[in-house]
Nanobody, 123 residues
Framework: VQLQACGGGLVQAGGSLRLSCAAS????????MGWFRQTPGKEREFVAA????????AYARSVKGRFTISRDNAKNTVDLQMNSLKPEDTAVYYC?????????????????WGQGTQVTVSS
């Protein structure tokens, strides 16, 4: 099972980026998906999560209203649309999968992780 994240990059404050995570090795029917981020010296923090098949979502307070998580179950992908980016959004972003329908905010509740993609927001 592999999760491959892409779409990171350098963007100015106020700009947008769209991250995408492709799952391979199995279908993720009945699996919730999430995005987390991490900066050096800090613990990995929850960003957003989406249920199977995609009815329910959850967001960290710091990104609510700016970020949108979505999934394409036919393609086995989950995306994170990030708008109105701020310098404090700078981090390595990871996608993750958990073998239950409902999303959770704890990183320990996810079984599979992608390799991470760097997002840098300049002021």
């Amino acid at each position: 099972v592999q999760l491959q994240a892409c779409g990171g990059g350098l963007v100015q404050a106020g700009g947008s980026l769209r991250l995408s995570c492709a799952a391979s090795g199995r279908t993720f029917n009945n699996w919730a998906m999430g995005w987390f981020r991490q900066t050096p010296g800090k613990e990995r923090e929850f960003v957003a999560a989406i249920s199977w098949p995609g009815v329910s979502t959850a967001y960290a307070r710091s990104v609510k209203g700016r970020f949108t998580i979505s999934r394409d179950n036919a393609k086995n992908t989950v995306d994170l649309q990030m708008n109105s980016l701020k310098p404090e959004d700078t981090a390595v972003y990871y996608c993750a999968a958990r073998p239950y329908n409902w999303p959770r905010t704890g990183s320990h509740e996810y079984d599979y992780w992608g390799q991470g993609t760097q997002v840098t927001v300049s002021s």
